[in-house]
Protein backbone atom coordinates (compact mmCIF):
# COMPACT_ATOMS: atom_id res chain seq x y z
CA UNK A 1 0.00 0.00 0.00
CA UNK A 2 2.64 2.21 1.10
CA UNK A 3 4.61 1.14 -2.05
CA UNK A 4 1.93 2.44 -3.99
CA UNK A 5 1.40 5.47 -2.72
CA UNK A 6 4.91 6.13 -3.06
CA UNK A 7 5.26 5.26 -6.65
CA UNK A 8 1.93 7.40 -7.74
CA UNK A 9 3.37 10.61 -5.50
CA UNK A 10 6.63 10.24 -7.35
CA UNK A 11 4.80 10.16 -10.73
CA UNK A 12 2.43 13.19 -9.39
CA UNK A 13 5.88 14.89 -9.40
CA UNK A 14 7.31 14.12 -12.03
CA UNK A 15 4.31 15.11 -14.06
CA UNK A 16 4.22 18.52 -12.12
CA UNK A 17 7.86 18.86 -13.41
CA UNK A 18 7.27 18.25 -16.56
CA UNK A 19 3.99 20.55 -16.88
CA UNK A 20 6.42 23.57 -15.75
CA UNK A 21 8.86 22.07 -17.68
CA UNK A 22 6.92 22.71 -20.98
CA UNK A 23 5.28 25.68 -19.89
CA UNK A 24 9.29 27.37 -19.72
CA UNK A 25 10.08 25.99 -23.42
CA UNK A 26 6.98 27.61 -24.50
CA UNK A 27 7.44 30.61 -22.59
CA UNK A 28 11.65 30.52 -24.00
CA UNK A 29 10.03 30.65 -27.40
CA UNK A 30 7.43 32.73 -27.02
CA UNK A 31 8.84 35.54 -29.64
CA UNK A 32 9.60 33.03 -32.04
CA UNK A 33 5.91 31.61 -31.78
CA UNK A 34 4.46 34.34 -32.20
CA UNK A 35 6.59 35.83 -35.29
CA UNK A 36 5.53 32.72 -36.80
CA UNK A 37 1.89 32.98 -36.32
CA UNK A 38 2.33 37.00 -37.80
CA UNK A 39 4.31 35.88 -40.74
CA UNK A 40 1.60 33.39 -41.69
CA UNK A 41 -1.14 35.68 -41.29
CA UNK A 42 0.44 38.37 -43.24
CA UNK A 43 0.85 35.53 -46.12
CA UNK A 44 -2.78 33.70 -46.32
CA UNK A 45 -2.50 30.78 -48.41
CA UNK A 46 -5.07 28.75 -49.64
CA UNK A 47 -6.18 25.22 -49.08
CA UNK A 48 -3.10 22.64 -50.94
CA UNK A 49 -1.21 26.25 -51.96
CA UNK A 50 0.18 27.10 -48.65
CA UNK A 51 3.56 26.76 -49.86
CA UNK A 52 5.52 29.61 -47.49
CA UNK A 53 3.59 28.06 -44.05
CA UNK A 54 5.19 24.88 -45.13
CA UNK A 55 8.41 26.16 -45.45
CA UNK A 56 8.52 28.60 -42.33
CA UNK A 57 7.27 25.93 -40.19
CA UNK A 58 9.23 23.13 -41.10
CA UNK A 59 12.67 25.22 -41.49
CA UNK A 60 11.68 26.15 -37.79
CA UNK A 61 11.10 23.26 -36.70
CA UNK A 62 14.51 21.89 -38.40
CA UNK A 63 16.52 24.60 -36.71
CA UNK A 64 15.32 23.45 -33.21
CA UNK A 65 16.76 20.34 -34.08
CA UNK A 66 13.63 17.90 -35.48
CA UNK A 67 14.50 16.48 -38.29
CA UNK A 68 10.99 17.22 -40.46
CA UNK A 69 9.63 15.20 -43.34
CA UNK A 70 8.31 17.72 -46.06
CA UNK A 71 5.82 17.25 -48.39
CA UNK A 72 4.89 14.46 -46.00
CA UNK A 73 2.22 11.83 -47.33
CA UNK A 74 2.10 12.94 -50.80
CA UNK A 75 0.86 16.23 -50.18
CA UNK A 76 3.41 19.07 -51.24
CA UNK A 77 2.55 21.24 -48.34
CA UNK A 78 2.41 18.72 -45.25
CA UNK A 79 5.11 17.81 -43.18
CA UNK A 80 5.87 15.47 -40.27
CA UNK A 81 8.37 15.68 -37.14
CA UNK A 82 9.01 12.89 -34.73
CA UNK A 83 10.30 13.37 -31.33
CA UNK A 84 10.58 10.90 -28.40
CA UNK A 85 11.33 7.36 -27.75
CA UNK A 86 8.85 4.26 -27.67
CA UNK A 87 5.70 4.87 -25.98
CA UNK A 88 2.41 6.73 -27.23
CA UNK A 89 2.64 8.81 -30.11
CA UNK A 90 0.59 11.56 -29.30
CA UNK A 91 0.01 13.80 -32.81
CA UNK A 92 -0.57 17.44 -32.38
CA UNK A 93 -2.41 18.77 -36.02
CA UNK A 94 -0.80 22.30 -37.33
CA UNK A 95 -3.75 23.83 -39.97
CA UNK A 96 -2.30 26.95 -41.88
CA UNK A 97 -5.05 27.74 -44.64
CA UNK A 98 -6.63 30.97 -45.21
CA UNK A 99 -9.87 31.51 -46.82
CA UNK A 100 -10.61 33.18 -50.12
CA UNK A 101 -10.89 37.04 -50.03
CA UNK A 102 -10.54 37.00 -45.82
CA UNK A 103 -7.03 35.67 -45.55
CA UNK A 104 -6.81 34.17 -42.25
CA UNK A 105 -10.74 35.17 -40.78
CA UNK A 106 -10.43 31.50 -39.47
CA UNK A 107 -7.47 32.18 -37.59
CA UNK A 108 -4.97 28.93 -38.77
CA UNK A 109 -1.61 30.59 -38.39
CA UNK A 110 -2.91 30.48 -34.98
CA UNK A 111 -3.54 26.14 -34.90
CA UNK A 112 -0.18 26.57 -36.95
CA UNK A 113 2.06 28.29 -34.10
CA UNK A 114 0.00 26.56 -31.24
CA UNK A 115 0.77 23.40 -32.48
CA UNK A 116 4.11 24.06 -33.19
CA UNK A 117 4.97 25.40 -29.93
CA UNK A 118 3.03 22.68 -28.23
CA UNK A 119 5.10 20.02 -30.75
CA UNK A 120 8.42 21.86 -29.58
CA UNK A 121 8.05 21.05 -25.96
CA UNK A 122 6.48 18.30 -25.77
CA UNK A 123 9.39 17.02 -27.49
CA UNK A 124 11.76 18.64 -25.00
CA UNK A 125 9.98 15.88 -22.06
CA UNK A 126 9.22 13.31 -24.57
CA UNK A 127 12.27 10.88 -23.94
CA UNK A 128 12.26 11.11 -20.42
CA UNK A 129 8.31 10.61 -19.94
CA UNK A 130 8.18 7.95 -22.50
CA UNK A 131 6.66 8.87 -25.40
CA UNK A 132 6.45 10.40 -28.66
CA UNK A 133 5.20 13.25 -30.47
CA UNK A 134 3.88 14.02 -33.74
CA UNK A 135 3.78 17.40 -34.83
CA UNK A 136 1.54 16.97 -38.25
CA UNK A 137 1.30 19.50 -40.80
CA UNK A 138 -2.52 19.14 -42.12
CA UNK A 139 -3.09 21.16 -45.03
CA UNK A 140 -6.58 22.21 -46.86
CA UNK A 141 -8.53 21.83 -43.91
CA UNK A 142 -11.15 24.73 -45.03
CA UNK A 143 -12.64 22.37 -48.11
CA UNK A 144 -9.80 20.24 -49.31
CA UNK A 145 -9.69 17.74 -46.12
CA UNK A 146 -5.87 17.46 -46.38
CA UNK A 147 -6.19 15.37 -43.27
CA UNK A 148 -8.75 12.89 -44.80
CA UNK A 149 -5.84 12.05 -47.35
CA UNK A 150 -3.39 11.65 -44.45
CA UNK A 151 -5.51 9.42 -42.71
CA UNK A 152 -5.73 7.28 -45.97
CA UNK A 153 -1.88 7.40 -45.90
CA UNK A 154 -1.47 6.37 -43.16
CA UNK A 155 -0.34 9.16 -40.50
CA UNK A 156 -2.50 8.69 -38.11
CA UNK A 157 -2.22 4.03 -38.11
CA UNK A 158 0.23 4.33 -34.85
CA UNK A 159 -1.04 7.38 -33.42
CA UNK A 160 -2.56 7.07 -29.80
CA UNK A 161 -4.28 10.13 -29.54
CA UNK A 162 -4.23 13.14 -31.78
CA UNK A 163 -4.62 16.79 -30.62
CA UNK A 164 -5.76 20.73 -32.02
CA UNK A 165 -6.81 24.26 -30.72
CA UNK A 166 -9.00 25.98 -32.90
CA UNK A 167 -9.77 30.15 -32.49
CA UNK A 168 -13.04 31.46 -31.56
CA UNK A 169 -14.42 34.24 -29.73
CA UNK A 170 -15.00 32.06 -26.54
CA UNK A 171 -13.39 28.82 -24.73
CA UNK A 172 -14.89 26.04 -25.79
CA UNK A 173 -14.49 22.63 -24.80
CA UNK A 174 -15.74 22.09 -28.46
CA UNK A 175 -16.99 23.36 -31.51
CA UNK A 176 -20.22 21.99 -32.56
CA UNK A 177 -19.03 19.51 -35.37
CA UNK A 178 -21.50 18.11 -38.35
CA UNK A 179 -20.84 16.37 -41.19
CA UNK A 180 -20.68 17.62 -44.32
CA UNK A 181 -20.59 16.71 -48.43
CA UNK A 182 -20.00 19.42 -50.73
CA UNK A 183 -21.72 19.57 -54.27
CA UNK A 184 -20.92 20.88 -57.69
CA UNK A 185 -23.84 20.81 -59.51
CA UNK A 186 -24.19 21.96 -63.68
CA UNK A 187 -27.62 22.55 -65.98
CA UNK A 188 -27.17 21.92 -69.34
CA UNK A 189 -30.42 24.13 -71.75
CA UNK A 190 -30.38 25.26 -74.71
CA UNK A 191 -29.23 28.54 -76.24
CA UNK A 192 -31.62 30.60 -78.22
CA UNK A 193 -32.27 34.46 -79.05
CA UNK A 194 -33.81 35.96 -76.04
CA UNK A 195 -36.00 38.28 -78.34
CA UNK A 196 -35.88 36.60 -81.37
CA UNK A 197 -36.93 33.00 -80.76
CA UNK A 198 -37.21 32.66 -76.96
CA UNK A 199 -39.12 29.50 -77.65
CA UNK A 200 -36.59 27.65 -78.75
CA UNK A 201 -34.39 28.12 -75.52
CA UNK A 202 -34.19 26.03 -72.38
CA UNK A 203 -32.86 28.29 -69.71
CA UNK A 204 -30.25 26.94 -67.33
CA UNK A 205 -30.47 29.61 -65.49
CA UNK A 206 -34.09 29.44 -64.47
CA UNK A 207 -33.59 25.13 -63.99
CA UNK A 208 -30.59 26.79 -60.92
CA UNK A 209 -32.42 29.51 -59.62
CA UNK A 210 -36.12 27.12 -59.69
CA UNK A 211 -33.48 24.56 -57.77
CA UNK A 212 -32.41 27.04 -54.96
CA UNK A 213 -35.71 28.02 -54.39
CA UNK A 214 -36.56 24.53 -54.22
CA UNK A 215 -33.65 23.89 -51.27
CA UNK A 216 -35.10 27.34 -49.66
CA UNK A 217 -38.35 25.96 -48.83
CA UNK A 218 -36.62 22.20 -48.26
CA UNK A 219 -35.02 24.44 -45.34
CA UNK A 220 -38.11 24.47 -43.00
CA UNK A 221 -38.37 21.20 -43.02
CA UNK A 222 -34.92 20.05 -41.87
CA UNK A 223 -32.87 19.17 -38.46
CA UNK A 224 -32.42 22.53 -36.61
CA UNK A 225 -28.78 21.08 -36.68
CA UNK A 226 -28.84 20.63 -40.65
CA UNK A 227 -27.46 23.26 -42.98
CA UNK A 228 -27.41 23.87 -46.41
CA UNK A 229 -26.05 26.64 -48.23
CA UNK A 230 -25.14 27.31 -51.75
CA UNK A 231 -23.79 29.82 -54.30
CA UNK A 232 -24.06 30.23 -58.21
CA UNK A 233 -21.11 29.47 -60.12
CA UNK A 234 -22.48 29.92 -63.35
CA UNK A 235 -25.33 32.39 -64.68
CA UNK A 236 -25.21 32.66 -68.28
CA UNK A 237 -22.72 34.98 -70.54
CA UNK A 238 -25.57 37.52 -72.00
CA UNK A 239 -28.26 38.79 -71.29
CA UNK A 240 -29.92 38.51 -74.88
CA UNK A 241 -28.76 34.69 -74.62
CA UNK A 242 -30.77 32.16 -73.42
CA UNK A 243 -28.86 30.80 -70.80
CA UNK A 244 -27.46 27.70 -72.05
CA UNK A 245 -25.40 26.44 -68.83
CA UNK A 246 -25.98 27.54 -65.52
CA UNK A 247 -23.79 26.36 -62.01
CA UNK A 248 -24.72 25.76 -58.52
CA UNK A 249 -22.69 24.76 -55.57
CA UNK A 250 -23.36 24.00 -52.11
CA UNK A 251 -22.44 22.98 -48.53
CA UNK A 252 -24.76 20.18 -47.03
CA UNK A 253 -24.41 19.48 -43.67
CA UNK A 254 -25.74 17.09 -40.78
CA UNK A 255 -25.58 16.05 -37.15
CA UNK A 256 -23.36 12.45 -38.59
CA UNK A 257 -22.39 10.95 -41.31
CA UNK A 258 -24.99 8.81 -41.16
CA UNK A 259 -27.73 11.38 -40.91
CA UNK A 260 -25.97 13.30 -44.14
CA UNK A 261 -27.11 10.57 -46.36
CA UNK A 262 -30.84 11.39 -46.79
CA UNK A 263 -30.79 14.82 -46.15
CA UNK A 264 -28.24 14.48 -49.15
CA UNK A 265 -31.48 12.83 -51.67
CA UNK A 266 -33.38 15.79 -50.66
CA UNK A 267 -31.48 18.21 -51.81
CA UNK A 268 -30.46 16.55 -54.88
CA UNK A 269 -34.66 16.19 -55.66
CA UNK A 270 -34.58 19.61 -55.27
CA UNK A 271 -32.38 20.47 -57.67
CA UNK A 272 -33.49 18.21 -60.01
CA UNK A 273 -36.95 19.34 -60.02
CA UNK A 274 -35.36 22.84 -61.12
CA UNK A 275 -34.17 20.94 -64.14
CA UNK A 276 -37.67 19.66 -64.59
CA UNK A 277 -39.31 22.59 -64.55
CA UNK A 278 -37.07 24.25 -67.05
CA UNK A 279 -36.95 21.61 -69.44
CA UNK A 280 -33.20 21.25 -68.63
CA UNK A 281 -30.84 18.23 -67.78
CA UNK A 282 -28.49 18.01 -64.56
CA UNK A 283 -25.59 16.17 -63.74
CA UNK A 284 -23.62 16.91 -60.40
CA UNK A 285 -20.39 15.84 -58.42
CA UNK A 286 -20.15 15.08 -54.95
CA UNK A 287 -16.48 16.77 -53.94
CA UNK A 288 -15.04 14.28 -52.21
CA UNK A 289 -14.01 13.87 -48.76
CA UNK A 290 -16.45 14.59 -46.92
CA UNK A 291 -16.23 15.28 -43.74
CA UNK A 292 -17.39 13.76 -40.53
CA UNK A 293 -18.73 14.84 -37.39
CA UNK A 294 -16.38 15.07 -34.44
CA UNK A 295 -15.99 11.94 -31.75
CA UNK A 296 -15.37 14.27 -28.67
CA UNK A 297 -12.69 12.76 -26.38
CA UNK A 298 -14.12 13.39 -22.77
CA UNK A 299 -11.31 12.34 -20.88
CA UNK A 300 -8.66 14.48 -23.22
CA UNK A 301 -11.01 17.40 -22.80
CA UNK A 302 -11.32 16.93 -18.98
CA UNK A 303 -7.50 17.04 -19.18
CA UNK A 304 -7.38 20.01 -21.07
CA UNK A 305 -9.84 22.21 -19.62
CA UNK A 306 -7.90 21.31 -16.22
CA UNK A 307 -4.82 22.40 -17.71
CA UNK A 308 -6.09 25.34 -19.30
CA UNK A 309 -7.70 26.60 -16.56
CA UNK A 310 -3.93 26.73 -14.59
CA UNK A 311 -3.21 29.49 -17.12
CA UNK A 312 -6.47 31.41 -16.37
CA UNK A 313 -8.83 29.46 -18.91
CA UNK A 314 -12.49 28.33 -17.72
CA UNK A 315 -13.04 26.56 -20.79
CA UNK A 316 -16.65 25.90 -20.90
CA UNK A 317 -19.23 23.84 -22.61
CA UNK A 318 -20.87 25.62 -25.70
CA UNK A 319 -24.11 26.85 -25.33
CA UNK A 320 -27.16 28.05 -27.49
CA UNK A 321 -25.23 31.79 -27.28
CA UNK A 322 -21.30 30.75 -27.69
CA UNK A 323 -21.58 27.30 -29.87
CA UNK A 324 -19.61 27.79 -32.93
CA UNK A 325 -21.53 25.54 -35.74
CA UNK A 326 -18.85 24.27 -38.54
CA UNK A 327 -17.37 20.86 -40.14
CA UNK A 328 -14.05 20.22 -39.89
CA UNK A 329 -11.71 17.10 -41.39
CA UNK A 330 -10.60 16.79 -37.70
CA UNK A 331 -13.72 15.06 -37.58
CA UNK A 332 -12.45 12.11 -39.22
CA UNK A 333 -9.52 11.88 -37.50
CA UNK A 334 -11.44 11.69 -34.25
CA UNK A 335 -13.28 8.52 -36.07
CA UNK A 336 -9.41 7.25 -35.88
CA UNK A 337 -7.83 7.81 -32.95
CA UNK A 338 -9.05 9.54 -29.44
CA UNK A 339 -8.88 13.49 -30.66
CA UNK A 340 -10.00 17.14 -29.42
CA UNK A 341 -10.71 20.14 -30.89
CA UNK A 342 -11.36 22.88 -28.21
CA UNK A 343 -12.05 26.64 -29.44
CA UNK A 344 -9.41 29.07 -27.47
CA UNK A 345 -10.53 32.37 -27.01
CA UNK A 346 -8.63 34.89 -29.60
CA UNK A 347 -11.52 37.53 -30.13
CA UNK A 348 -13.98 39.80 -28.22
CA UNK A 349 -17.49 37.87 -27.75
CA UNK A 350 -19.74 37.45 -31.26
CA UNK A 351 -17.10 38.47 -33.44
CA UNK A 352 -17.39 35.63 -35.80
CA UNK A 353 -15.20 33.41 -37.35
CA UNK A 354 -15.16 33.71 -41.31
CA UNK A 355 -15.39 37.35 -41.17
CA UNK A 356 -12.72 40.43 -41.95
CA UNK A 357 -13.12 41.36 -38.18
CA UNK A 358 -11.83 38.16 -37.13
CA UNK A 359 -8.89 37.73 -39.18
CA UNK A 360 -7.89 41.16 -37.70
CA UNK A 361 -7.90 39.40 -33.99
CA UNK A 362 -6.08 36.33 -35.24
CA UNK A 363 -3.27 38.68 -35.43
CA UNK A 364 -3.65 40.65 -32.05
CA UNK A 365 -2.19 40.53 -28.54
CA UNK A 366 -5.17 38.62 -27.32
CA UNK A 367 -4.34 36.10 -30.82
CA UNK A 368 -0.85 36.01 -29.83
CA UNK A 369 -1.81 35.13 -26.17
CA UNK A 370 -4.17 32.44 -27.16
CA UNK A 371 -1.37 30.67 -29.44
CA UNK A 372 0.93 30.81 -26.39
CA UNK A 373 -2.06 29.32 -24.21
CA UNK A 374 -2.98 26.83 -26.40
CA UNK A 375 0.83 25.56 -26.74
CA UNK A 376 1.02 25.06 -23.12
CA UNK A 377 -2.60 23.62 -22.49
CA UNK A 378 -2.08 21.05 -25.39
CA UNK A 379 1.05 20.10 -23.86
CA UNK A 380 0.37 19.93 -20.44
CA UNK A 381 -1.86 17.53 -21.67
CA UNK A 382 0.61 15.21 -23.27
CA UNK A 383 2.22 15.12 -20.41
CA UNK A 384 -1.06 13.35 -18.85
CA UNK A 385 -1.17 11.33 -21.26
CA UNK A 386 2.48 9.75 -20.76
CA UNK A 387 2.47 10.17 -17.34
CA UNK A 388 -0.97 8.59 -16.58
CA UNK A 389 -1.51 5.31 -18.97
CA UNK A 390 -4.97 5.18 -17.16
CA UNK A 391 -6.05 8.46 -18.60
CA UNK A 392 -4.88 6.96 -22.08
CA UNK A 393 -6.63 3.88 -21.27
CA UNK A 394 -9.92 5.64 -20.87
CA UNK A 395 -9.45 8.00 -23.89
CA UNK A 396 -9.22 4.57 -26.23
CA UNK A 397 -12.01 3.04 -24.08
CA UNK A 398 -14.32 5.85 -24.62
CA UNK A 399 -13.65 5.99 -28.55
CA UNK A 400 -13.94 2.50 -28.94
CA UNK A 401 -17.69 2.50 -27.52
CA UNK A 402 -18.88 6.00 -29.43
CA UNK A 403 -17.61 4.29 -32.65
ZN1 LIG B 1 -12.79 27.99 -41.22
ZN1 LIG C 1 -10.85 26.86 -39.12
Keep these: MQGSESKSQASNEAKTKAKARVCEVIDAKADLLVEVSHRIHANPELAFDEHFAHDLLCDTIEAEGLTVQRGAYGLDTAFEARAGTDGPVLAVCCEYDALPGIGHACGHNIIASAGLGAGLAAAAVAEDLGGTV ?99 SDGGDKPNIV ?37 CTMTYEWQDPSYADMIESEPLLDAYAANAQTLGRTTLEPDRMSAVVGSTDMGNVSY ?30 LGDLAVLDGAKAMAMTMVDLWCEPELLAAAQAAHSAAR
Design 336 to 365: KVPSIHPMIKVAPYACAIHTPEFAGHAASP
Design 134 to 232: AILGTPAEEGGGGKVYMIERGAFDDVAAALMVHPADHDLLWMNTIAIHQVRVQYQGAAAHAAAAPHLGRNALDAAVLGYMNVAALRQHILPEERIHGVF
Design 243 to 279: PQTAGTYWYVRSPTLESLEPLKARVLACLEAGATAAG
